[in-house]
Nanobody, 125 residues
Framework: QLQLVESGGGVVQPGGSPRLPCAAS????????ITWFRQASGKEREGVSC????????NYADSVKGRFTISRDNAKNAVYLQMNSLKPEDTAVYYC??????????????????WGQGTSVTVSS
């Protein structure tokens, strides 16, 4: 069974720097681009960041560019979202999703086929 599991969420103070891991079970992440999405209450889901299977190409939404960093450790079958300088508007449920296509050269902030259950991040003092 293909499964992604996010963790690392919780209540964070403004300016905080949590890291969200995305781990996989039932399949190997190595060959798949991964996208982090988020969905705030009452808002549409948005792609936040993505990374290709090789890790050589990444992409970020304008709202997080310069504050968030996506990375992957294929040896650990995991992808990470480092979030810095958090703002209250970053409050959302964060999801990681794998692109079913293998070895794409560019990742997309709109592509996700296998999803995790999400981890909630609340930015509040």
């Amino acid at each position: 069974q293909l499964q992604l599991v996010e963790s690392g969420g919780g209540v964070v103070q403004p300016g905080g720097s949590p890291r969200l891991p995305c781990a996989a079970s039932g399949f190997t992440l190595d060959y798949h681009a991964i996208t982090w999405f988020r969905q705030a209450s009452g808002k549409e889901r948005e792609g936040v960041s993505c990374i290709t299977s090789s890790g050589r190409s990444t992409n970020y939404a304008d709202s997080v560019k310069g504050r968030f960093t996506i990375s992957r450790d294929n040896a650990k079958n995991a992808v990470y979202l480092q979030m810095n300088s958090l703002k209250p508007e970053d409050t959302a449920v964060y999801y990681c999703a794998a692109d079913r296509r293998v070895g794409v050269s560019e990742c997309s902030l709109f592509q996700g086929d296998y999803w995790g259950q999400g981890t909630s991040v609340t930015v509040s003092s």
